[in-house]
């Protein structure tokens, strides 16, 4: 009996290290791509990788700080739904919108669609036109709605995502080239903040299938982790972009999301390209690039 279990074990034994060699050749293999491929940015890339099932992490100045741009409306959100979970707020809320809540200078699909304004929209309409279509007069509306960044970046820092900070809204953005590095997270953080959201731990579950709905359906940074990955492909993200200066310099080019792989199993990816000098097309496919050796590495 003693000798069937050492050979039970042993056989164990070789189980798991076959598995984990197995594991470090794939991650290494993977390592050496994504070096070649962030290197195309000519700037600064910040990368984290979570594969759920595997409880396997891979990053690239994963603790670094990167202006997050429009990626900040994920965490927004979060503190938003936690709001309606505890009943402060309702989905279906009504909210008027004033001709001031809508700024002519910025991206805003709700002001497309009311250009008179003075008309009431749900908070469901709000948060989908925020995240999904990532509008900026929307997301500075819902700020107000929760008490500010300062509010939003507390409720963050209280689930224990301490490696960001959201200090300020569109609107400042808007007037200063400066104001986005304010709104800033590690690439890490970012990756550990969607994970705790898929796993359910941050909002409820209905909290949680709301919004993680709203992140599949996004058109907004389509040519980013979801650009080269096969049709039909499961991709839950928030992508963000600064633009350039004058000196043709891009601040923010991120993406993050959940992937759901082919075997059934999830990619969390977060990547942050900033101070690039590299062109907005080309910053998009690094981004894109980075998610098609995460999908291929794992796609057996």
Not at 107 to 112: A, F, Q, T
Not at 188 to 194: F, R, S, W
Not at 248 to 255: E, H, R
Request: glycine share 6%; proline share 3%; with cysteine.
């Amino acid at each position: 009996m003693i000798m069937n279990l050492n050979k039970t074990n042993l056989l164990l034994s070789f189980l798991i290290l076959f598995i984990s060699v197995n594991l470090f050749a794939r991650n290494d293999s993977l390592r050496t791509k994504i070096e070649k491929i962030i290197s195309a940015a000519k700037g600064n890339v910040g990368v984290a990788i979570i594969f759920q099932e595997d409880n396997d992490t891979l990053t690239f100045n994963g603790a670094k700080k990167f202006p997050m741009q429009s990626v900040y409306k994920f965490p927004l959100a979060l503190a938003v739904l936690h709001q309606v979970d505890v009943g402060n707020l309702s989905l279906d809320k009504e909210i008027f919108l004033k001709k001031k809540d809508l700024a002519p200078d910025t991206w805003s699909p709700l002001r497309e669609k009311y250009p008179l304004a003075n008309v009431k929209i749900t908070l469901d309409e709000l948060i989908s036109a925020t995240v999904g279509q990532s509008d900026n007069n929307g997301c500075d509306l819902l700020f107000r709605l929760v008490g500010g960044p300062k509010k939003v970046n507390k409720f963050i820092h209280a689930i224990g995502i301490n490696e960001i900070d959201i200090a300020t809204t569109e609107a400042a953005m808007h007037k200063s080239w400066e104001a986005q590095y304010f709104n800033w997270c590690s690439p890490e953080a970012m990756a550990k903040l969607l994970l705790k959201f898929y796993q359910g731990e941050i909002v409820s579950k209905a909290s949680t299938k709301y919004l993680y709905e709203i992140m599949i359906k996004s058109g907004a940074g389509s040519d980013k982790i979801k650009s080269l990955l096969p049709k039909g492909t499961i991709v839950a993200h928030k992508s963000g972009l600064s633009g350039s200066n004058d000196k043709g310099i891009i601040a923010a080019s991120n993406d993050v999301g959940i992937i759901t792989l082919p075997n059934g199993n999830h990619a969390v990816i977060a990547v942050f390209v900033s101070d690039a000098a590299a062109d907005e097309q080309t910053c998009a496919k690094v981004i894109a690039d980075v998610a098609k050796a995460v999908w291929d590495a794992k796609k057996k």
